[in-house]
């Protein structure tokens, strides 16, 4: 349970941490608040040749507001968002999906772009940002660039990043006033990872309903759809869930079979997208 | 910037528990192990090294911190307590005396740990509810106690700082 050696780098300006990243390209990995890497290191389910750490690059820990999004560094920790005022009214989903990613402690130093970097199928960063068609900002000696986070996420622990490219911002969508969210999971003990987690917002756009709706856990990476719709509250619920579980292939494990995450799906999805719909006011 | 190659033995320089400490450091030595057998805090144990188990949580530049997730060498400069600061925390006097009266330990391979995030958790909810409480202890992994001990240990001790 000790890291392989590698090569330690530290860099004081982003410019630096790029170099680094487009010397050594698939070689190196990213070091944030490291409780998805530290993990990765000792169990050495990874070995890389060089460790960038992040740590010192303030100005990737800062919240802003981006005409209709918050810009979230890369170096933001869970737990600056959860006191965040201005995340807690623009973001409501992002902040109930927070209080359900790892342990207060945990939260303390992880970060929510360690988390979209990972990809890890379950994780509820991830399926926040994805039901919210948000979108992840690359960075690389060659340029910036922003890709939907439901183009993003390829699979388990992989993504569309490239070798000499480094997340280095989230843009979450601003949810207007009036919007109604869900957010449920389920796992064996609080903090650890969904074996199924369900995210839903609603908006009222005059008589119809602006939706969105995703599960993680459930694949290998979030699914999610968005949609406009007429109807009442159980109807839009029921259909949503239905059509999102209609094509599933759930995963298939030793914590949970493919059965019973598709049970989950369906009964979280339509609770959340309920609760939306019905915390969306006129 | 900072480079420190494989296999290279650097020294780090950190505060611990307000007092200036030093020792040697591979890139990948954890912090945990750092604390242990370069500092000599052996206060901070070492159980699942891999974040889940809550052991060796310590104060972090004012952060929580899983000693065994992070790396020694990030430490350069940085601000640490361990268990041994705590210790000589009076304020704390009265969660120890809560801890022991409500049977909130019985071998105290997480103590450590456990009262490094109850001390971070107390300064930023003053009036914790029980729930909150169970939700910060979600974080460590306890085998002898079944956490109740702990939950009625903090809540009394958080009443107990409000009058």
């Known amino acids: 349970m000790k890291p392989a050696p590698f ?47 992040i740590n010192g690059l303030e100005t ?70 994805a039901t919210l068609d948000g979108e992840v900002e690359l960075s690389s000696k060659r340029g910036v660039r922003r890709i939907a986070a439901n183009e993003f996420f390829e699979g388990a622990l992989t993504t569309a990043r490239e070798g000499d490219e480094m997340v280095t911002a989230l843009y979450w969508p601003i949810l207007g006033e009036g919007t109604g969210i869900g957010f449920e999971e389920i796992n064996e ?9 369900a995210a839903a917002w609603a908006r009222r756009e005059g008589g119809a309903f602006r939706c969105g709706l995703g599960l993680g856990g459930v694949e290998d990476c979030p699914v999610v759809q968005l949609e406009s719709t007429e109807g009442t509250t159980e109807e839009i619920a029921e259909r949503m869930a239905n059509q999102l579980i209609s094509d599933l292939e759930p995963l298939d494990d030793r914590r949970a079979s493919a059965e019973y995450r598709r049970h989950l799906a369906y009964h979280l999805g339509q609770k959340v997208m309920r609760h939306a719909l019905e915390g969306a006011v006129r | 910037m900072r480079r420190v190659a494989p296999g290279e033995r650097v020294r780090v320089s950190c505060n611990v528990n307000g007092k200036p400490y030093g020792g040697g450091a591979e890139s990948r030595t954890l912090l945990s192990d750092f604390l242990r057998h370069e500092l ?8 699942c090294e891999h974040g889940v188990g809550g052991a060796c949580t310590i104060i972090l530049d004012g952060r929580l911190a899983r000693s065994c997730s992070t790396l020694a060498v990030q430490v350069e400069g940085a601000e640490l307590t361990t268990i041994e600061g705590l210790a000589t925390d009076e304020r704390l006097d009265r969660l120890r005396d809560a801890f022991s009266r409500h049977g ?40 002898c106690t079944g956490y109740d001990g702990m939950v009625r240990a903090i809540l009394e001790f958080a009443e107990g700082e409000i009058e």
């Open chain 1, 7 to 53: 090569e330690y780098c530290r860099p004081e300006t982003l410019d630096e941490a790029l170099a680094l990243l487009s010397e050594f390209g698939d070689e190196a990995l990213v070091m944030a608040g490291g409780l998805s890497l530290g993990a990765l290191l000792n169990m050495r389910m990874v070995r890389p040749e060089v460790v960038v750490d």
């Open chain 1, 60 to 129: 990737l820990a800062q919240i802003e507001r981006v005409k209709d999004d918050i810009r979230i560094g890369a170096l933001v920790r869970q737990a600056d968002v959860l006191v965040s005022a201005e995340c807690s009214v623009a973001l409501p989903l992002l902040i109930a999906g927070l209080h359900n990613v790892g342990h207060y402690q945990t939260r303390s130093r992880g970060t929510l772009g360690g988390s979209v970097a990972h990809a890890d199928p379950s994780a509820e960063t991830p399926l926040c940002l």
């Open chain 2, 40 to 47: 000599h805090f052996y206060g901070t144990h070492v159980g």
């Open chain 2, 104 to 143: 909130a330990l019985q071998c105290g391979f997480c103590t450590p740990g456990v009262l490094a995030s109850t001390s971070h958790f107390l300064k930023h909810y003053l009036n914790p509810d029980e729930a909150q409480v169970r939700d910060m202890l979600s974080g460590h992994l306890c085998r």
């Open chain 1, 189 to 197: 003990r609080r903090g650890d990872f969904a074996i199924v987690a």
